[in-house]
């Protein structure tokens, strides 16, 4: 069974958008999905976030594109009251990551979540990876 991975929008983001220096291992990850050997999960909520700011470089259109392929992509867990008032707890500072937080707290087996934002995620009982790291521990 494939390593269940939850992923911030800023990786997304990088993957989508091409964005150097974090492009390169952001592809790695998506093409580790790809080839099944791990799944990606991401927040309902991230959404929105990762079509505002894709659309920037990309625009409406293919941001849509971009949306639908990521969509089928990856596992999409939804965000309800539970999660944002869970979020409201979590005592992180960025309330955005709060929620994915919460979000990925209700993915049964989830290893790991992965984000170019450790220091987001502080006071998270899930290992948190950068691409990079996480990249590393799987060639070890």
């Known amino acids: 069974m494939a390593n269940k991975i939850f992923i911030d929008s800023d990786v997304v983001i990088d993957f989508f958008t091409d964005r150097a220096p974090f492009a390169n291992p952001a592809s790695e990850i998506f093409e580790l999905n790809e080839q099944g050997k791990i799944q ?33 992509m990856t596992e999409i867990v939804g965000t309800s009251k539970k999660e944002i008032l869970q979020a409201l707890k979590n005592d992180f500072k960025d309330f955005e990551d709060s929620i994915q937080y919460s979000c990925a707290l209700t993915i049964k087996g989830l290893e790991v979540i992965l984000t170019r934002n450790i220091k987001d995620y502080k006071n998270s009982e899930i290992a948190v990876f950068t691409p990079e790291n996480y990249l590393k521990t799987k060639n070890e």
């Not at 470089?57 to 941001?63: D, E, V």
């Open 40 to 72: 990606l999960y991401l927040s309902a909520a991230s959404i929105n976030n990762i079509y505002y700011i894709v659309r920037r470089f990309l625009g409406h259109k293919s941001t849509l594109k971009v949306v639908e392929e990521l969509v089928e």
